[in-house]
């Protein structure tokens, strides 16, 4: 409902939770901010599972008495209720192609990328990661590359993901894309994506992940 107020349930150093402040930023709306550790478990805590997300994940975001999972859903929720920001276009193929690429964030990015590098700097690094996970580290680190190479071809063409400028897909695929390095890949291989990233961080309403 408008008026309810907005808070985030998330981890500061998550590119999930931070594409939804990214999104909030971006729109020119007020979010309260609760942190949890993800390896303290503070997530799956009897409290946690009860009251934010049975799924015990964040980020959530809270709208008055309700709770909205997943990270790119709650961005979607946020850039609707700005349509002055035109974060999400009006046309409709536009929209789909929007969605299009916030699906390909969470199905072939994020897993690959987001997960190398939640390992990487998790304690030990890549040398602590048990027997299954080192077997994964190829196919993770294959999957990081395909999807930063069709990024790639797509930004080489064009300023930014959609045709009609700046929007939702930009800002959802930002999150991670950004901090890739941190996942073991060389950004420099792809100066078409290093161009956006800068092109993307120099808009106006711009926040930092720290």
């Known amino acids: 409902m408008a008026g309810d107020p907005l808070i985030l349930h998330e981890d500061p150093v998550s590119g999930n939770c931070y594409k939804i402040r990214l999104t909030a930023a971006h729109a020119g709306t ?10 303290a478990g503070e997530t799956r ?15 959530v975001l809270q709208i008055g ?5 997943e990270s790119n859903a709650a961005c979607w929720y946020l850039a609707e209720q700005a349509p002055e920001a035109g974060l999400i276009p009006t046309d409709g193929f536009a929209r789909a192609d929007a969605l299009r690429w916030m699906f390909f964030e969470q199905y ?8 190398l590098r939640f390992w990487r700097l998790g304690p030990g690094g890549e040398a602590g990661l048990d027997a299954a996970r080192r077997a994964q580290l190829p196919a993770k680190r294959s999957g990081g590359a ?30 991670y894309t950004h901090v890739a390095e941190e996942a073991g890949f060389a950004l420099a291989d792809y100066p078409a994506v290093r161009a956006w990233l800068a092109r993307v961080a120099a808009r106006p309403g711009h926040v930092p992940m720290a």
């Open 30 to 39: 007020a979010l309260e901010r609760r942190g949890y550790d993800i390896r």
């Open 45 to 59: 805590t009897p409290r946690f599972l009860a009251e934010i997300n049975p799924n015990g994940r964040i980020p």
């Open 65 to 69: 008495t309700r709770f909205l999972p």
């Open 108 to 115: 072939q990015h994020e897993p690959n990328i987001a997960t």
């Open 146 to 175: 395909a999807a930063l190479a069709l990024m790639e071809a797509q930004l080489a063409r064009q300023a930014f993901l959609l045709p009609q400028g700046f929007s939702l897909a930009d800002i959802v695929l930002y999150a």
